[in-house]
Each structure stands twice: as C-alpha cells, then as structure tokens.
C-alpha cells in the first residue's frame, strides 16, 4: 500500500496525480487530502474521493459531511443535502463535475449531489468557508463532485484507462458498481462511463424502514482535444433515477430522467488566458404517494406530482497577469424554466399546475485577483448579479373546491415577476508557512436571491425545497434577497508528525428566509390560506418570511502520527443558528459531533477504527415545531488491502454495536405501517458490513 498522507479526519482523498484515469488538475488554493503522492499547498479548499472513505452509504452528500463544519440531511437514500456551517439546500453553491443546475421537484428530492454516484465521483472539492466569486453566488461553501475520468498522456501512443468500483452493502441489502474506461493520448482522449445501484430497506435496531429503498442508472460519454494552449471537452450522460424512498415527505420519487450536456473550451492567446463553459440540464420528475407506501385508503388522496426544471448556464473569463497575480475578468449566466404539476390518478379532473411556466434567470459579472505580496497571500474578488423570476398563470382541473381556485385567481391576478441586483464581495488572505504555520483570515459579502418555491407557492402545500419538517408552507411575494456579512479566521498548523487546523466563523444573515406563523391569529382559521391548510391536514401552516439570523461556530481536525505505524485523526464541528429578530433559533442546525479515527497501517495494508460522537441537540427551532434529539456514539471499523497493482479490497462494518439511535439532521416519518411511528424522527442506520473493490489503470 502507498503511504497516506492525512491532512483531515477519517478521510483519504485524491486520486493518484500520475494515474491517466485518477488525473486532477492543482491549485494554488487547495488544501487537500491526499492518498499518494504530496500534498499540495494552498489554505482554502477541502477534498475528498469516494474510493478512499469509509462507507458513507449511496448518497454522496454522506461522504461530503465527514470533512469539518459539514453534516449530512438526511432526506431519503439518494436525496441527502450537505449541511456546511449552518447552512444548506440553495445557500451552498454545489456543482458535479463543474455543472450548476437547478433541481428537478418542489421538495428538492434530487439536490445536486443526486447526481453524483460514489462509484462515478473522482473527487469531490469543499471551498473552505466561502465559494470564491468566479463560481457564482451562494452564502457558504461550494461543492463541486468531480468526476472520474481518463485524461490526456505524455506521448503520441494512444493508452488504455479505467477506474471501476463495485461495493455491496448488507444494512439495505444493496450493490452497487461503475466506473470509466476509455484511451489517451498526448492530443486526444475519450472514455464512457456507467454506475447501476439497486437497494432495498433500510434496517435498524427496531426494524426496517419502510419506503427506504432506491435504485439508479447513470450511462454517458467524455472526449477532448488539445492543441498547443488550447483545450476542448464535451461531457454527456443520462441518469435515470427508478422508485426510490423518501421516508420524511409525503411522497416518493417515481422517477427521474435526467440529461445532461456540457462543453468547455479553455485556452490562451499570447500571454491573456481563456476559459469558457456551456452547459444544459434537462429534468423530468414523477412523485406519488402509492407506489412504495401504502396507498392512502381514499382514492380521492392519490397524489402524483409531475415536474420539470431545464437549466441553461454559461461562462466566459479571461485571466491576464496584473499587479504580480493574476485577474480573473468573466461573465456568467443561468436560466431555469420549471413546472409542476399535482394529479390525482384516478380523475382526470383533478388537476393543478401550482407552480406554472416559472422563469428563474441570473447574468453575472465578475472581477477576481489573485496573487501574493511577501508572505501575504490574497484572493480579492467582486461580482454583480442580475436577477428576474417570474411565474404563469395557475390552471385547475374542475374537480377542484373554490378555495384553491380562488386563491389561483387572487396569485393571477398578482404581479408575478421580480427584479433585482446583488452584489458579493470576498477577501481571502493566508500567509506563507513559517515555522509550521500559516494563518488565514476571510470576510465576506455574499448573497442569495429566494427560490421558486419560496416566493411563488400560492397554494399551501408541503414543498419546502427538502426542508422534510411536515409544516405546509405558503410562499410570498415580496421576499427580498438575503444578504450575510462573514468573518472566519484559523490556522494551519503542520510539525513533523501532526497537523492542526482549527477555524472560528460569523455569519449575520439579514433577511433571511424562514418558515413563520401565516399570521397572528396561530389557530384561528381565518384567511383562505388557512382554510385551504386545514383541508389539508395542518390549520397552522407556515409562510415563507424574512427575518433576521446569525450563526456562529468552530471546526477543528487534526492528527498525530504516534509511530511509524499508528497514527490518530479528528474532527470536531460546532455551529449555533439563532434567529436576531426573536427569541428562537434556527431549525434544522447540527448538533455538535467530533470523530476520532486510528489507523494502524503498513505498506500494502491498513487497519481503522473510528469512534463518532454527536452531542444532544435542544437549541431546536419552536417556529418549526422541531424535536430535540438526544447524543449518541457510533463506533465502524475499516480495513484495505492493495491485492495488486491497480486492485485494492476495502472492508468494514459500521455501526458496529447496532446502536439505536435518531439524527437530528433527518426528518419525521411519514410513511404508515412503518417500524418507526408516524410522526417520529427517522432513525439511523443498524450495523451493517460492506465490501468494495477499486480498479484503475
């Protein structure tokens, strides 16, 4: 086995630099975690691969929480969010393989990582604290799920590459495998790819969850040309995702049909540098309430939502050299047509397109140096975005009561278009290492204009773009962008045989958006919208608001090599969510969790045991009605063994006592004749071995 090179917990990271199949580019901004070879200096970034980790499940969102000041939410098998600092859903700028898209459904079952099979993703890069500018908008950290690929060689021969997985997992009686194969040389290269996954329920201490299944298929093709500077790409595939459990909502997805297809072409002329990308995602989208689960007894509440969502994205930059670093000038822009639809299945009457013919558009521009000046490195970057949202009319089938229609005719008749101009700014500086450490400082301006979902939602229902609290929401109207000032400061820390990296934050979020009472009459049904709620189940919906949050906390990781052979890594995460206008805090916000890893290992093998401890969680959201959680700790064993070049074995078993245990990042069940009760926090996942095995050339 090749020596690993830890610079965070648990985690093993990127693929060898001088595989043909594992090539990653490098960054003078990155700070990764590395498998083989060095690691490569720079104080701002994150990264893990798949094929290097413990077991995370199906969901890559659960490979992403094991990096500091990340969680996972944990909204079905292949539904899970990334939680960074607080903050999660639409506030994260999250990519796959350097593609932004807008989700398919109104409840946000497919978030971005959907789309990014373990067996697939290369790599996966976490921005540290904030997205730089070039990348987009967003209040947090950015994600971007590369994938695995075979890259351009040295020579004029034309070599084979590939890079496969399979794994098997026995908590859901699951396999999956996938993987790229494909040639190179030094001008061409081509590969296809694949990944199948099939699993069935979930188990735990108490029994099985039920509707907890998933099954998906990926298929597509890359190719590119390189000529002297210049360099173009084009990447295609199809993602089907089959009847897949979503235990927290109060439906399941049908389906997914996804395509997907970007081009890049990046360059250089004279000394002035270029890169250009433009890309297309194309969603179609089918939930019900009766496949998975048992179908309700009334056949009036058969429920099967039909969406669509089709993203347009593009970006052009320049770089020139100026002022001893390099200025990134570029333009970017997005367009996201979507639709959705909700039937009943057995009258073709009852129909209502509640969310029709929304248009969410964004042109940005940007500005963005980089460089050093003596020991003081700085990343300095400025962007403006354009932003329009506008929705059609809302169309009902006759079957429908006067409430809804009448709430459709009073959206209609609204002005139903909204314009607005943000501007982000982001300063992040660090220091050369001197006697083992460099310091970092950011701050940051940085905003989010609302989503469809947020502001458009005339009809109460519960789409809440994945927030799984069982509350109907109400959209509004009028809901302004929200804005957040950041500070974070930390170091990295590096001697001889440990490595130290702590980080403090501050996020004070002005009008940001958040479920509140409808009204101030909690109880009294006296709007429509209320009355229309109550129909539905819940007399105190919600209505999507502005007000006024913070959130603060520290992550910390680091390790210590005790011997040749043994060594011991960590993580710590701590965020506290509060909202400023009132006395409550912010819901859904991780408790705090530490990991402690140690791994015994020799030169073709290794050995782990990991210890996971997640703390009580009580400082819950009253707004939300959320439930405290109490703390628990999990214990998971790993080992690998190189059985030859190119083939590694990797084994383990997670939760190994079978603890019981709920997380609080996960939703309420919402699925009858269940082992875990209506109403009740989802569990986590029983014991559970698993087997995965890594080729590469």
């Not at 500091?68 to 969010?81: F, T, W």
């Not at 350097?98 to 990014?116: I, T, V």
């Not at 799920?145 to 590459?161: M, P």
Request: aromatic share 10%; proline share 5%.
């Amino acid at each position: 086995m090749k020596p690993y090179l830890f610079l965070s917990a648990s985690l093993a990271g990127v693929l060898s630099l001088c595989n043909a199949a594992h090539a990653q580019s490098s960054s003078a901004l990155e700070d990764v975690i590395v498998v083989t070879g060095s690691p490569r200096s720079a104080m701002t970034v994150d990264a893990t691969a798949p094929d290097f980790t413990p077991d995370a499940g199906p969901d890559a969102a659960g490979i992403v929480a094991r990096l500091p000041g990340a969680a996972l939410i944990d909204n079905g098998a292949l539904s899970g969010q990334v939680q960074y600092r607080g903050l999660f859903g639409e506030r994260l700028n999250i990519r796959v393989d350097g593609q932004s898209f807008a989700s398919g459904g109104p409840n946000m079952m497919d978030p971005p990582l959907h789309y990014a099979p373990a067996p697939l993703v290369g790599v996966i890069v976490v921005d540290r604290g904030v997205s730089p500018v070039r990348n987009g908008p967003g209040l947090a950290g950015g994600v971007d799920a590369q994938f695995k690929r075979v890259g351009f060689t040295d020579g004029s021969d034309f070599k084979l590459g590939y890079d496969a997985t399979a794994l098997a997992r026995s908590v859901d009686e699951s396999y999956a495998a996938g993987g790229v194969l494909g040639a190179a040389n030094e001008t061409y290269r081509f590969h296809i790819l694949g990944s199948y996954e099939d699993g069935g329920d979930v188990e735990f201490p108490g029994g099985t969850v039920a509707s907890s299944s998933h099954k998906r298929a990926v298929y597509g093709a890359s190719a590119g040309a390189r000529y002297g500077d210049h360099e173009v790409g084009v990447d295609v595939r199809r993602q089907k995702t089959g009847p897949t459990g979503n235990p927290p909502f109060p439906m399941d997805i049908r389906y997914f049909e996804t395509d997907f297809a970007r081009a890049t072409w990046n360059g250089a002329f004279g000394g002035v540098k270029f890169e250009s990308a433009f890309s297309i995602a194309d969603v179609e989208h089918a939930m019900n309430n009766f496949d998975l689960r048992p179908a309700p007894a009334d056949p009036a509440r058969f429920r099967e939502t039909l969406a669509a969502a089709r993203t347009l994205s593009g970006k052009f930059a320049i770089i020139l050299p100026a002022a001893g670093g390099d200025l990134r000038l570029g333009a970017d822009m997005e367009d996201a047509d979507k639709d959705v639809t909700i039937t009943n299945p057995n009258n073709p009457n009852f129909f209502i397109n509640s969310l029709a013919d929304i248009e969410m558009q964004r042109k940005g521009a940007f500005a963005e140096w980089t460089g050093a000046s003596g020991w003081l490195n700085a990343e300095l970057g400025l962007r403006a975005d354009f932003h329009h949202a506008s929705a059609g009319e809302a169309t009902l089938g006759p079957a429908l009561p006067m409430g809804p229609v009448n709430l459709a005719n009073a959206f209609n008749a609204a002005d139903r278009e909204w314009d607005k101009t943000t501007v982000d700014g982001v300063i992040r500086l660090w220091t050369e290492e001197a006697n083992g450490v460099s310091w970092r400082l950011t701050l940051a301006h940085k905003t989010r204009a609302p989503g469809y979902v947020e502001r458009f939602s005339w009809l109460p229902t519960e789409a809440s773009g994945g927030l799984a609290d069982g509350n109907i929401y109400v959209g509004d109207l009028d809901l302004r962008s929200e804005t957040a000032w950041i500070a974070e400061a930390g170091a990295d820390w590096r001697g001889d045989s440990f490595y130290l990296r702590p980080t403090v934050f501050y996020r004070r979020i002005d009008d940001y958006v958040q479920g509140v009472p409808f009204d101030a009459t909690v109880g009294v049904t006296d709007s429509p919208q209320e009355m229309v709620a109550a129909m539905n189940g819940d007399p105190t919906p919600l209505r999507f608001a502005n007000v006024d949050a913070e959130l603060y906390g520290v992550d910390v990781d680091g390790g210590v090599s005790l011997t040749d052979h043994l060594r011991l890594d960590g993580v710590i995460s701590y965020v506290r969510g509060k909202r400023r206008d009132i006395d409550d805090n912010l819901y859904r916000i991780s408790p705090p969790h530490a990991s402690l890893e140690a791994t015994y290992e020799r030169a073709s093998w290794s050995m782990s045991a990991e210890t996971i401890l997640v703390a009580d969680q009580n400082k819950v959201s009253a707004t939300n009605s959320e439930q405290a959680t109490n703390g628990y700790a999990l214990f998971n064993l790993t080992g690998d063994i190189d059985l030859a070049e190119g083939v590694s074995l990797t084994a383990g078993v997670t939760n190994l006592f079978d603890k019981d245990y709920r997380q609080h990042l996960a939703g309420y069940n919402r699925v009858a004749n269940s082992d875990v009760a209506l109403g009740e926090r989802l569990p986590g996942n029983g014991r559970g071995a698993f087997v995965r095995v890594h080729l590469y050339r």
